[in-house]
């Protein structure tokens, strides 16, 4: 790994952070927006999941367009979406109007994640590759935790449409970054061996400090498509579906957490700028989770530590919605929350790797990952809706947080696959 190398990831890891901060932009900002327009939580729910929907359709549809056209080409492009939407979302007076600002940033998002991630894994080299890929997965954790102290500090002297500027501005200044420091893929250009391929990669390589070369090998046969149907053959079915069961469920759970946490803070009489602090710190716990059952795997069965993520997230989420009078205890509370509800999540991408064969293993995590970005946005719909009907925040935390019961009996039920490849 050349120095450059680690500039194309550490660049990744800032886009992975800059998504962070983009998806929970409008948790920050919803104390304020609900203030404003005197809309209820319903309402409020409604807006909290456009940007989910915007990130499965992008995750979806821009993933095939990074395979077609590049992933430099299509991170500029998902960064130039969202620097649109969140600037539209600072000018949005009602609720329609934002929500549509939101499901447009979400598909710039949806779209960053799937080239990112292909992005980081080819500019890494096969020792490093792993580890790369954990960094930039950890940088969205990171993008929350700065974005909400810098947030934190907009809305103690602006109003709530500062926290869009702001991401407004940061991901316009991705844009140049992007372009100077991540060339395209040296396996893509292989892969696709457009005009200039060759004069592109000894460039690539040139920066890299390696060789270059004279002339293009020849090319790998192209693999067959894995029809969807596959997943449900008799050897994979029960996996594709509790997997599948299993994410959908927590995810919903995790970002009810995530999105929830200010305006409940709010209505517990703190102030916005306390409210992202708390979210802060639910963040830290969330990166701190992901590193913990990180190193827990060396020692622990991965299957066992994610179960245990989802009864302790269930148990947890139980207890944030008790709500509590002092705001370092809430904190607290909030971090721990955190801690479970990310390193269940994390624990099922590991799953999901380790259970499905080679053959299989990039469509069933595209099917399994899309659907529950999908039926995530339920989440912060139903909460709402629970609200608006009367329940209180204990009754709508226990009915959210089942969400991880039943990805725990999911996985339970799941019939152990072997490996294959």
């Given at each position: 790994?050349s120095r450059?190398q680690?500039?194309i990831?550490?660049?990744?890891?800032?886009l992975?952070?800059?998504?962070?901060?983009?998806?929970l932009s409008?948790?920050?900002?919803?104390p304020?927006?609900?203030?404003?327009?005197?809309i209820?939580r319903?309402a409020?729910?409604?807006?909290l999941s456009?940007?989910?929907?915007?990130?499965?359709?992008?995750s979806?549809?821009l993933?095939g367009v990074?395979?077609?056209?590049?992933?430099?080409?299509?991170?500029l492009?998902?960064l130039?979406?969202?620097?649109?939407?969140?600037?539209?979302?600072?000018?949005?007076?009602?609720?329609?109007?934002?929500?549509?600002?939101?499901?447009?940033?979400?598909v710039g998002?949806?779209?960053?994640?799937?080239?990112t991630?292909?992005?980081?894994?080819?500019?890494?080299n096969?020792?490093r590759?792993?580890l790369?890929v954990?960094?930039?997965?950890?940088?969205?954790?990171?993008?929350?935790?700065?974005g909400?102290?810098?947030?934190?500090?907009?809305?103690?002297?602006?109003?709530w449409?500062a926290?869009?500027v702001?991401?407004?501005?940061v991901?316009?200044?991705?844009?140049?970054?992007?372009?100077?420091?991540?060339?395209?893929?040296?396996?893509?250009l292989?892969h696709?061996?457009?005009?200039?391929?060759l004069?592109?990669?000894?460039?690539?390589?040139?920066?890299?400090g390696?060789?270059?070369?004279d002339?293009?090998?020849?090319?790998?046969?192209k693999?067959?498509?894995?029809p969807?149907?596959e997943?449900?053959a008799?050897?994979?079915?029960?996996a594709?579906?509790?997997?599948?069961?299993?994410?959908?469920?927590?995810?919903?759970?995790?970002?009810?957490?995530?999105k929830?946490?200010?305006?409940?803070v709010?209505?517990?009489?703190?102030?916005p700028a306390?409210?992202a602090?708390?979210?802060?710190w639910?963040?830290?716990?969330g990166?701190?989770?992901?590193?913990?059952?990180?190193?827990?795997?060396?020692?622990?069965?991965?299957?066992?530590?994610?179960?245990?993520?989802?009864?302790?997230?269930?148990?947890?989420?139980?207890v944030?919605?008790?709500?509590q009078?002092?705001?370092?205890?809430?904190?607290a509370i909030?971090?721990?929350?955190?801690f479970v509800?990310?390193a269940?999540?994390?624990g099922?991408?590991?799953?999901?790797?380790?259970?499905?064969?080679?053959s299989?293993?990039?469509?069933a995590?595209g099917?399994?990952?899309?659907v529950?970005?999908?039926g995530s946005?339920?989440?912060?719909?139903?909460a709402?809706?629970l609200?608006?009907a009367?329940y209180?925040?204990s009754?709508?935390?226990?009915?959210?947080a089942?969400?991880?019961?039943?990805a725990a009996f999911?996985?339970?039920?799941?019939?152990r696959?072997?490996v294959?490849?």
């Open positions: 790994m450059f680690w500039g990831v550490a660049t990744m890891v800032g992975n952070a800059l998504d962070g901060f983009d998806v409008i948790s920050f900002a919803s304020g927006i609900a203030a404003a327009w005197g209820d319903a409020l729910g409604f807006v456009m940007e989910l929907v915007g990130m499965a359709i992008g979806l549809i993933g990074a395979d077609r056209i590049g992933r430099r080409a299509t991170i492009g998902c130039a979406i969202m620097a649109c939407g969140m600037f539209g979302a600072s000018t949005a007076r009602d609720v329609f109007t934002l929500s549509g600002w939101r499901v447009l940033t979400g998002i949806g779209g960053m994640l799937a080239a991630n292909a992005a980081v894994a080819e500019a890494a096969a020792r590759r792993a790369c954990v960094l930039m997965a950890s940088g969205y954790p990171v993008g929350s935790i700065i909400g102290s810098i947030s934190a500090v907009l809305l103690t002297r602006y109003d449409s926290v869009f702001f991401g407004s501005i991901t316009l200044c991705f844009i140049p970054l992007v372009w100077w420091r991540a060339p395209e893929s040296i396996a893509f292989m696709r061996r457009p005009a200039n391929a004069a592109r990669i000894d460039a690539a390589l040139t920066r890299m390696h060789p270059t070369i002339a293009l090998p020849d090319p790998e046969p693999a067959a498509s894995v969807l149907a997943l449900f008799p050897a994979l079915s029960r594709t579906i509790m997997l599948t069961l299993a994410y959908l469920t927590h995810i919903m759970t995790f970002y009810f957490i995530l929830w946490i200010p305006k409940i709010v209505d517990m009489g703190f102030p306390d409210a602090g708390v979210l802060v639910a963040s830290v716990g990166a701190t989770g992901s590193l913990v059952l990180g190193l827990l795997t060396a020692r622990v069965r991965l299957f066992t530590l994610t179960v245990g993520a989802m009864i302790l997230s269930t148990l947890l989420v139980i944030f919605g008790q709500g009078s002092d705001l370092a205890n809430l904190s909030a971090a721990a929350t955190g509800t990310n269940g999540v994390v099922l991408y590991a799953l999901i790797a380790q259970t499905f064969p080679t299989v293993r990039a469509t995590t099917f399994i990952i899309g529950g970005r999908g946005a339920l989440a912060p719909t139903l709402g809706i609200f608006a009367g209180g925040l009754g709508v935390a226990f009915l959210m089942l969400g991880s019961t039943i999911a996985l339970l039920a799941m019939r696959q072997s294959a490849g």
